[in-house]
């Protein structure tokens, strides 16, 4: 059974820093594609940053470009995000996605979400 788990959520206070660690296990083939998506209260899941898991070619929301970072170990499969100069809006849940191969399927995978809260 394929799995996603993420960690590294907590609170922050505005201008810090937190790293967030995803970790696959389960599967018997690699992503393509892993990512960070994020849902505050009362709106929509929205993208936070992809990272093609062959080649390392990533790609960022408007609001995150410049703070946040992707990156990816294919050998531990886990990737990370490294959020800097954190902002209140920052604040949601940070939900982990593996898009698997057409190949073996195509479908996506999610964790089941970590809350990252941004207050003073």
């Known amino acids: 059974q394929v799995q996603l788990v993420e960690s590294g959520g907590g609170l922050v206070q505005p201008g810090g820093s937190l790293r967030l660690s995803c970790a696959a296990s389960g599967s018997i083939f690699s992503f393509n594609t892993m990512g960070w998506y994020r849902q505050a209260p009362g709106k929509q899941r929205e993208l936070v940053a992809t990272i093609m898991m062959t080649g390392g070619t990533t790609n960022y929301a408007l609001s995150v470009k410049g703070r946040f970072t992707i990156s990816k170990d294919n050998v531990k499969n886990t990737v990370y995000l490294q959020m800097n100069s954190l902002k209140p809006e920052d604040t949601a849940v940070y939900y982990c996605?593996?898009?698997?191969?057409?190949?073996?399927?195509?479908?996506?995978?999610w964790g089941k979400g970590t809350l990252v809260t941004v207050s003073s």
């Open positions: 996605n593996g898009l698997a191969p057409i190949a073996s399927g195509g479908m996506g995978y």
